[in-house]
């Protein structure tokens, strides 16, 4: 596995936390700092109207910051092991948010925020439709 370069992706993760006060989200980050670098994955809500689910916002989203660039879906495969975390997302998805197709990250998290990172990406990843959906999910 090839680590993500260096730049303005990093390499190493060492923050992971979740929110469901108004809809399910999921973060990680590159250190406790504010304005480190970040990736949000966020549940599918459940009241979409049909504006909505035209324009594609029926399943998970991600979010990078800083920038706050947004994809709905887009990724193909995630894995977990306790220490790395791998994603590989569409062609489209890596543009938007300005990152490789395929990022691998070296986790530096305590076991039970290993924890919460796996239960909360199968939460985001198994919300919405069931097509944009990754093919790959090993949590």
């Known amino acids: ?3 993500v370069p260096s ?6 993760l060492r923050d992971v936390g979740d929110d ?3 809809g399910y989200v999921l973060g990680v980050r590159e250190s ?3 304005g480190s670098w970040s990736l949000l994955f966020m ?5 979409l109207d049909d504006q909505e689910i035209d324009l594609g916002w029926d399943t998970y989203c991600l979010v990078v910051d800083p920038g706050q660039a947004t994809y ?3 990724v193909l495969a995630c894995r977990v092991t306790d220490r790395h975390l791998y994603l590989r997302l569409t062609s489209d998805a890596a543009e938007t948010l300005g990152l490789p197709t395929e990022l691998t990250f070296a ?3 305590p076991s039970d925020r290993i924890s919460l990172l ?3 990406l199968t939460r985001v990843f198994t919300s919405g439709r069931a097509n944009a959906q990754p093919g790959t999910l090993a949590v």
């Open 1 to 3: 596995m090839q680590l």
């Open 7 to 12: 730049g303005s992706v990093p390499s190493t």
């Open 20 to 22: 469901d006060s108004e």
């Open 32 to 34: 406790t700092e504010p």
């Open 43 to 47: 549940e599918c809500g459940d009241d």
């Open 72 to 74: 709905y879906g887009g």
């Open 107 to 109: 986790l530096e998290l």
């Open 118 to 120: 796996k239960r909360g």
